[in-house]
């Protein structure tokens, strides 16, 4: 069974940065795009960022030039730095993995269990 193992989260204070990590373990054969979403307070799920098998890149416009995301392909780990943190950034952050599971299975999307930022003013 494929899960996706979350890490990183939790309280930072305004101007701050924090740094989140996922991980999938269990039969993995391939992954293919990886990303971010998250859901604030009264808010529908948004995309954060997402990031190609390859390295390329896609950010949500509010978020660029604070947020980075960044894979390492041998860990089948993606990563999202966040900085200059602001309340407003408050939210449960969800990381996805297109994980084809051996060579001959079609591509499925994976969710990890979300984690809690919050950003205090």
């Known amino acids: 069974q494929v899960q996706l193992v979350e890490s990183g989260g939790g309280l930072v204070q305004a101007g701050g940065s924090l740094k989140l990590s996922c991980a999938p373990s269990g039969s993995i054969f391939s992954i293919n795009n990886m990303g971010w979403y998250r859901q604030a307070p009264g808010k529908q799920r948004e995309l954060v960022a997402s990031?190609?098998?390859?390295?390329?890149?896609n950010y949500a416009d509010s978020m660029k030039d604070r947020f980075t995301i960044s894979r390492d392909n041998a860990k089948n780990t993606v990563y999202l730095e966040m900085n200059s943190l602001k309340p407003e950034d408050t939210a449960v952050y969800y990381c996805?993995?297109?994980?084809?599971?051996?060579?001959?299975?079609?591509?499925?999307?994976?969710w990890g269990q979300g984690t809690q930022v919050t950003v205090s003013s």
């Open positions: 990031i190609t098998r390859g390295g390329s890149t």
């Open positions: 996805n993995a297109d994980i084809i599971t051996t060579a001959w299975s079609a591509s499925a999307r994976y």
